[in-house]
């Protein structure tokens, strides 16, 4: 079943810094929710526990060698691959490594 409620509820238990949410995706395999701030240049993925991890969008993170332009959308697949879509049009692909 589908509820919905205030969204002043949930405002204030999202982090500071994040600016605005331009992608949701809750990755049902890991109990992952993911979390896409274009504004922020990051995704928070955030566990069932409540422990959040900050993934920063900007080159020299993530093997990034650029900044990701304008981040809009975000899934993942089956293989644990996350993707995140950009303007205009660019697919970025996250691969799991052993020690992530």
């Given at each position: 079943?589908?509820?919905?409620?205030?969204?002043l509820t949930h405002r204030a238990s999202l982090?500071?810094?994040?600016?605005?949410?331009?992608?949701?995706?809750?990755?049902?395999?890991?109990?992952?929710?993911?979390?896409?701030?274009?504004?922020?240049?990051?995704?928070?993925?955030?566990?069932?526990?409540?422990?959040?991890?900050?993934?920063?969008?900007?080159?020299?993170?993530?093997?990034?060698?650029?900044?990701?332009?304008?981040?809009?959308?975000?899934?993942?697949?089956?293989?644990?691959?996350?993707?995140?879509?950009?303007e205009p049009n660019l697919f970025y692909r996250?691969?799991?490594?052993?020690?992530?």
């Amino acid at each position: 079943a589908l509820s919905v409620s205030d969204s002043l509820t949930h405002r204030a238990s999202l982090p500071w810094f994040l600016k605005d949410i331009s992608g949701l995706h809750y990755d049902r395999n890991n109990g992952l929710l993911y979390v896409l701030s274009h504004e922020s240049d990051v995704v928070v993925v955030s566990d069932l526990d409540g422990g959040r991890k900050v993934m920063s969008l900007r080159r020299g993170h993530y093997g990034l060698r650029r900044d990701i332009p304008q981040a809009e959308g975000i899934a993942s697949d089956d293989r644990d691959t996350l993707w995140i879509v950009s303007e205009p049009n660019l697919f970025y692909r996250f691969t799991r490594t052993a020690s992530s």
